[in-house]
């Protein structure tokens, strides 16, 4: 694997970090993703293999007992989603590679990788604008809306041990910021 290879956007949800990250796939075409696993259902526009690879619970137990998972969470009760192990060794064949994942994943990939993963913490200018974001999105029914914002003060208190915190305030600024960062830290 080269050195430097790995840049992990992480973000309490609702922050805007898959926004930000499909903004930065598509300002460095070298750049690939890597597609998590997860048992959460798939929302109306998302596709399996491109957005995640959707598995049943019984499949992706499996594939924690065969170590396919280079790092796997319960991000929600009953809700597992993990870096595929496989999906990263392939794409860092083809460049440096992204990954949208929560606080404690990016901080476990932190610790495996050391210096040749650079993670950036994508911040809500506050917690009321966060909740607004999620409500309006309307992808999320009364209970998983509860459950992100519950996680929201657990995930913001790991901001200062990431590498860098981009504010998302206004969203081209942020992605200009994002983008500057990993330029910098891949040597692009
Ligand atoms: P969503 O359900 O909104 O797509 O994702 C919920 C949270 O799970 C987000 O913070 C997302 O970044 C995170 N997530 C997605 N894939 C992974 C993964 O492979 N590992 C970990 N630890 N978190 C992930």
Redesign the pocket.
Known sequence: MPDHSIVVL??P?GAG?TTIAHRVLDALPAMQFSV???T?PPRPDETDGVDYHFLSTEKFQARIEAGDLL???E?YPGRY???LRSEVEAKTEEGPVLL???V??ALNVKRIFGDDALVLFIAPPSLEELQRRLESRGTEDVKSLQARLDRVEQEMEKAEVCDAVVVNDDLDAAVEETLTRTRQFLDL
């Open positions: 992480t973000a949800s970090k998590s696993a997860t959460r790092e796997y969470q991000v989603y993990g870096t949208d994942i929560d404690n994943g």
